[in-house]
């Protein structure tokens, strides 16, 4: 059957932004193998336009496509928006199939993920069945081909992933005591949190957090207290480091200064909810540190 314009049959590939290479050879390979017989969206690719409204053109796609084929990596399974678009394609009767790959496997799929027959990237027979399914589904004759064509163009798995509940990469955390101008000539104190990557891999980190002694509370630091700008997340590469200029006094902890030493270690999660962490040795140090300053300003009338 051939179909054109807006009659082809609709493919949603749902993914997180760090997979956008995996969501676009998926793409490429079942054009190329469809003969174009059906529209596979993928928003990171070129799926929406300058000046469109981004949303609504997503929900247009949901909820007019027959398959919604979701990437599932550890990283993109906690993202609520990958659940929200598999979601959206179940209550309209799309069928939808979960792809493992990186460091997830099908049975450890999440709910409701986990409900779903699911399919690797990385096995043979699965590829084949990925084509298969979706041919039928549309109404397309299904073509012999090699499933090691999807496999060889997919990008390298990232074997970081797959050892995500053992070995953490090498991601260094400090925290010290630095010092910046008032504007007018005088000196304030802060303290720096910094994360390192010293790993032959990017990680994704969300904002910084310092734990709270004796409780499973936690401080989290979404601005700095320099610009007053929202903390940068996302990926930090091999090589290069973040740093968050805070300001202790701002800290919204009951009581006064001492409460300060509730505070414990500083840690970085990423987004397969590993955590980098500093030691609460240090973040005391520098709390010490801030306040001896402070209180030396001051004496001193600053």
């Known amino acids: 059957m051939s179909q054109t314009g807006k009659d ?71 993202q609520p928006w990958v659940n929200f678009e598999a979601g959206g394609a179940l209550v309209k009767g799309a069928r939808v199939i979960p792809l493992c790959y990186h460091g997830q496997r099908k049975e450890t799929l999440p709910r409701p993920l986990s409900s779903l027959e699911a399919l690797d990237l990385s096995e043979q027979n699965d590829v084949s069945k990925l084509l298969k399914i979706i041919a039928e589904e549309v109404g397309l004759r299904a073509p012999d081909v090699d499933p090691n064509e999807l496999i060889r163009r997919l990008p390298a798995r990232n074997y970081e992933e797959l050892e995500a509940d053992g070995k953490l990469p090498d991601i260094r955390v400090e925290v010290n005591l630095v010092m910046g101008s008032d504007g007018r000539g005088g000196v304030l104190h802060f303290i720096s949190i910094e994360a390192q990557n010293h790993d032959k891999n990017s990680v994704f980190l969300s904002w910084p957090s310092i734990a709270i002694k004796g409780s499973t509370d936690r401080l989290v630091i979404a601005k700095d207290s320099v610009y007053h700008l929202p903390v940068p997340t996302g990926e930090l590469k091999p090589g290069d480091s973040r740093s968050i200029i805070v300001n202790p006094a701002e800290f919204k902890l009951e009581g006064n200064l001492g409460d300060l030493e509730q505070l414990g270690e500083v840690f970085f999660s990423d987004k397969i909810g590993r955590k980098f962490k500093g030691s609460a040795e240090d973040t005391q140090k520098a709390i010490e540190a801030w306040k001896n300053a402070e209180a030396s300003r001051t004496h001193d009338g600053v």
């Open 8 to 78: 082809k049959p609709i493919v949603f590939v749902s993914h997180v932004e760090e997979d956008a290479a995996v969501a676009s050879k998926i793409k490429n390979w079942l054009e190329d193998n469809l003969l174009e017989g059906v529209e596979v969206f993928v928003s990171s690719d070129e799926g929406i336009k300058p000046g469109d409204k981004w949303e609504e053109c997503i929900i247009e796609k949901l909820k007019n496509c027959s398959i919604a084929l979701v990437v599932c990596t550890q990283m993109s399974v906690r």
